[in-house]
């Protein structure tokens, strides 16, 4: 099956540093890649949606300066939480897709901001 | 705008036995597709099963089977012959309309009873 890999699997920071997330489709060019937040306990929130070559489409309330998306090439999408807070504690996960097929997920970030 | 319904926060099953999960949707799209996901204690979002809204027949994978009922927008979840690996958050989701976004449920956490 197709494998998507995220890196890191957990990270801890001080408040106002910046993380960088990667996703990358191993076995498959994405044509789209997604990336979502989990609180505890509840479901994905989606976060933006990203095509290679273009600019992120992010979702109402999620902000663009917070949670910058670049999609550098179509194996490649990073999520990078700009001066991060302990409010952007969460689980982050991405996804990629192509046309007509599901959504494969990575296996997830842990950021934990001190 | 879609909407996807879990009515059961928690469901338990005794090993070996069958248990459905219930999974509604609201659409006025005639074609789309309709997953489940399955998310373990690791948080890893596994892919357990997708079915195709133009196809009538039910989707199986081995233990994992559907009931697909179009007219009432429903999709359950069937699993047999439970196994204590089946212990996990388990997401219906809905794509379509011309989006590659997913619309998540709240999910059902499965207890599987030794």
């Known amino acids: 099956g197709a494998v998507v890999s995220q890196h890191p699997s957990w990270v801890i920071c001080k408040s106002g540093t910046s993380v960088k997330i990667e996703c990358r489709s191993l076995?498959?060019?994405?044509?789209?890649m997604f990336w979502y937040r989990q609180f505890p306990k509840q479901s994905l929130m989606l976060m933006a949606t990203?095509?290679?070559?273009?600019?992120?489409?992010?979702e109402q309330g999620v902000e663009k300066d917070k949670f910058l998306i670049n999609h550098a090439s179509l194996t490649l999408s990073t999520l990078t939480v700009t001066s991060a807070h302990p409010e952007d504690s969460s689980f982050y996960i991405c996804?990629?897709?192509?046309?007509?097929?599901?959504?494969?997920f990575g296996d997830g970030t842990r950021l934990s901001i001190l | 705008a879609q909407t996807v319904t879990q009515s059961q926060p928690e469901m338990s099953v005794q090993e070996a036995e069958t248990v459905t999960l219930s999974c509604t949707y609201d659409?006025?799209?005639?074609?789309?597709?309709l997953f489940w996901y399955k998310q373990p204690p690791s948080r890893q979002m596994i892919l357990v099963i997708r079915q195709e809204a133009y196809k009538q027949q039910n989707a199986t994978e081995n233990r994992f089977s559907v009931n697909f009922q179009k007219a009432a927008k429903s999709f359950s979840l069937k699993i047999s012959d439970s196994q204590l690996g089946d212990a996990a958050m388990y997401f219906c989701a809905y794509e379509g309309g011309g989006s590659e976004k997913l619309v998540f449920g709240k999910g059902t956490k499965l207890t599987v009873n030794p």
């Open positions: 076995d498959f060019q994405a044509t789209t």
């Open positions: 990203s095509n290679e070559g273009s600019k992120a489409t992010y």
């Open positions: 996804s990629a897709s192509r046309v007509t097929q599901p959504q494969h």
């Open positions: 659409t006025s799209e005639s074609d789309y597709y």
